[in-house]
């Protein structure tokens, strides 16, 4: 069964969205209610050194994709959990692309992620985010986080 935004009866997590697809101008909503954000930019303008099997393409020259499901969202906190949880590592880590091409997109998901949140974060900051907060694994440590307008001290002292 094909799911719209519309289906999303909470309109708080409703506008999160929207500022989300704004801020990602590539991104989209599929039919499983998943917020997919994609990087613009075709490898082959950036380096030489990349596998282009690795590559989804959509539309024009549309490369890579990091989704989350918005269907079980119930607020803004768990958009932004969401947001840390699982594009924390595409802001971070290298993509077995080549060097430049994941440093390309990482600046892309980066930015993206500190202009939804009003953060400032640098590459550091978000390896940080992703080693206690990515994939999801300590949910309460991240709401807490959210709530202390993302002190990193919370998560330096658990190293």
Not at 39 to 60: A, L, M, T
């Amino acid at each position: 069964m094909n799911k719209e935004l519309e289906d999303i009866k909470n309109i708080e997590v409703r506008k999160e969205a929207f500022k989300l697809l704004e801020i990602f101008e590539e991104g989209f909503l599929n039919s499983n209610l998943e917020l997919v954000i994609c990087h613009p930019v075709n490898p082959v303008d950036i380096c030489d050194d990349f596998d282009y099997r690795i590559w989804h393409g959509k539309g024009r020259n549309v490369y890579c994709n990091y989704y989350f499901r918005i269907e079980d969202c119930n607020s803004k906190i768990d958009i932004k959990c969401k947001v840390l949880a699982w594009w924390s590592r595409a802001a971070c880590k290298s993509e077995p692309a080549g060097r430049q091409a994941s440093e390309v997109i990482q600046d892309y998901v980066r930015r993206g992620i500190n202009e939804y949140l009003g953060t400032n974060f640098s590459r550091e900051d978000m390896e940080l985010i992703y080693c206690y907060l990515g994939n999801d694994i300590n949910r309460k440590l991240c709401e807490e986080f959210i709530r202390s307008k993302y002190d990193l001290s919370l998560l330096e002292k658990r190293r």
